[in-house]
């Protein structure tokens, strides 16, 4: 038997295993059936802005060689994006600090092999996006979970990073969050900004939820601290999940390194993307629109699902997630989910992706589908 390394022990992504199961139930319903509702899945219904895919298709057209660019990205994406820190935030971000990457996802490689060694300590508050251990834990690093509850809107705070003995290396830290939609408010996230960089812990801010936060203020890590790593995509506000782009802004003395990794791990992001990505900041208006109908699905299913069963709601603030505690009805979260999808013909995910020791109690509902859909959910889950 050969060796296998490491990363050969990688968990699955479980939501994927849901969307797998919702589409298999999708296809063996009979004709004329109500359709399955689709609230496992963390995507925008939509697609990229119809400016920016006007863009593509004029490079198309053009003629354009598409070959690789810079390894940090098209240079002039990189002015836009520095820009729009100056738009949203009023915060100044040169664009030498701007890093183009494959998605989020291809952002925390870069970040975490550039800020950590095997056997470094990264602290970050559970429930989590479940990428982050199991990227840390394939590269030797080894994840610091912080339990945190509804009291705190499952973030964490200084008090519990006072508390960890040792001093871990690093800490994640998302707002809104994955799955429970919540945030960290503008003086929350500066304390502990404040508190990572005078303690030499290397924050990394997950920021790709900004834009849909529905009247919260945000605050960005790249504004509050020299040394924190800010990931952040086109694929949520901006609609453009499969196009495969993001970005970091890092701090000075990571520049160069992440430089040399990208060129090594990825070359560059895809180039057209990066072309749909830059037309993507000019199509505001569009993207807004997007943002209300989520504002309208939130409010209607906060104000629903409580007569639905659904009492213990994350008092969600951004992106499209609520996170229900609904261990006063399970013990056992994915075969709750499973019966939802069998009896009430709603998909939604089991918490324990997100928090392996509490998720058993948990369900996430996404509501970035069709508005129609999201109320047809509640009436569905209050028949249920
Ligand atoms: C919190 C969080 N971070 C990162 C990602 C990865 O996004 P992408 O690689 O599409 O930019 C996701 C995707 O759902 C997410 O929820």
Redesign the pocket.
């Known amino acids: 038997m050969l060796k296998t390394g490491r990363g050969a022990a990688a968990p699955p992504f479980i939501v994927m295993d849901v969307i797998s199961a919702a589409n298999a139930r999708q296809a063996a319903l009979p004709a004329g059936a109500p359709h399955i509702i689709r609230m496992e899945v963390?995507?925008p219904g939509t697609g990229a802005p119809a400016g920016a895919v006007a863009a593509v298709q004029r490079a198309l057209a053009g003629g354009a060689s598409l070959g690789y660019t810079e390894a940090l990205g098209i240079g002039s994406l990189r002015a836009r994006i520095a820009g729009h820190y100056g738009a949203w935030y009023d915060a100044d971000v040169a664009a030498s600090r701007v890093a183009v990457t494959?998605?989020?996802?291809?952002?925390?490689p870069l970040a975490f092999l550039a800020a950590f060694d095997p056997g470094d300590r990264v602290a970050m508050a559970a429930p989590f996006?479940p990428?982050?251990v199991n990227i840390l834990t394939a590269l030797g690093i080894v994840p610091v979970i912080l339990q945190a509850g509804i009291e705190t809107r499952y973030q964490p705070n200084v008090a519990m990073l006072e508390a960890l003995d040792p001093r871990p290396d690093g800490l994640i830290v998302?707002s809104p969050?994955?799955p429970a939609g919540t945030m960290l408010h503008p003086a929350e996230l500066a304390g502990i900004a404040d508190w990572c960089h005078r303690n030499g812990v290397r924050l990394i801010s997950?920021e790709?939820?900004h834009g849909l936060n529905y009247g919260a203020p945000l605050a960005t890590a790249a504004a509050l601290s020299p040394s924190a790593i800010v990931?952040n995509?086109?694929?949520?506000y901006f609609s453009m999940?499969g196009w495969?782009?993001?970005w970091m802004v890092l701090p000075e003395d990571l520049v160069r390194p992440v430089e040399c990794l990208a060129q090594n791990m990825f070359i560059s992001a895809p180039n057209i993307a990066q072309v749909c990505a830059e037309a993507a900041f000019a199509c505001a208006e569009e993207l807004d629109a997007n943002v209300a109908r989520y504002r309208r699905s939130r409010d209607l299913l906060l104000a629903k699902l409580p007569g639905a069963g659904f009492s213990r709601l994350s008092p969600s603030e951004g992106?499209f997630y609520l996170y229900a505690d609904v261990s006063e009805r399970t013990n056992d979260s994915r075969e709750f989910c499973a019966r939802m999808l069998a009896e009430a013909g709603v998909a939604a995910s089991p918490g324990v992706d997100f928090d392996r020791e509490r998720g058993h109690h948990f369900v996430r509902f996404s509501y970035c589908g069709p508005e129609a859909d999201m109320a047809e959910a509640a009436r569905r889950l209050a028949r249920w």
Do not use: E, L, W
């Open positions: 963390g995507q494959v998605g989020a996802s291809g952002a925390f996006y990428p982050y998302a969050c994955n997950d790709i939820y990931v995509s086109f694929s949520k999940t495969r782009v993001g992106a």
